[in-house]
């Protein structure tokens, strides 16, 4: 990516903007040019703002569903690309602060941001999770190296015996499986994808058999 400077587009507006706050200019050079630059100045970014949206969407659905810690995600996604929050989020973040801040509320922010993925009730589950998605998206990455440079495999457990032998992850193929779909499902959420769609490992080698 070729990376360019925020200010040297801006107009005297934009500059006025500048004076408050770089990433108020910034905003202002997007709305007027749709010249997109996140954090740092020079980080222009590359998504439409509709895949943008698509992607907080994710986490609108899982907040929904009961995820709170999506509404910090999806503040951080806003945060990297510079982007105001959906009215939906920013009244959500609100009020689930504001709970905390209230005479009688929860006792600890881990009780107004949570999700199953990542549980916080305890140190040792709280450690567990984040292990577990650590070697998750690293087992996933390693698994789709796999499966492009051997042509002669076509299932996933074959993927994943090779995966293996290829290296001590101190999981067996049970929970190396586990892991790894975790991951892909979480990745394919936040691209807009289903398992049927040729992002996903599965359908990627179902796709080799066929052929």
């Known amino acids: 990516m070729k990376f360019l400077h925020a200010e040297n587009y801006y107009d005297d507006r934009d500059r006025e903007f500048g004076k408050l706050d770089s990433a108020w200019a910034k905003a202002a050079l997007y709305f007027r040019t749709g010249m997109h630059f996140g954090h740092p100045t020079r980080n222009m970014r590359c998504r439409a703002l509709i895949q943008i949206h698509q992607h ?73 999770a984040r292990q577990d998605w650590r070697l998750g998206c690293e087992l996933w990455g390693h698994a789709w ?19 293996l032998s290829q290296r001590a992850y101190g999981v067996q193929i049970t929970k190396a499986r586990k892991l790894l779909l975790m991951v892909e499902k979480n990745q394919l959420e936040l691209l807009g994808k289903s398992r049927r769609s040729s992002s996903s490992l599965s359908r990627f080698l179902a796709n080799r058999r066929k052929a």
């Open 56 to 128: 907080i969407e994710v986490y609108r659905v899982r907040f929904a569903q009961g995820d709170t810690l999506s509404l910090l995600h999806a503040v951080g996604l806003c945060a990297d690309e510079n982007l105001p929050l959906p009215t939906w989020l920013a009244t959500a973040y609100r009020a689930a602060l504001g709970s905390f801040l209230r005479v009688g509320g929860p006792a600890s922010l881990d009780a107004v941001f949570r999700s199953t993925n990542l549980p916080t009730d305890t140190p040792k589950k709280t450690a567990t």
């Open 145 to 163: 190296d796999i499966a492009r440079a051997n042509q002669s495999v076509t299932s996933l457990d074959g993927v994943l015996h090779l995966l």
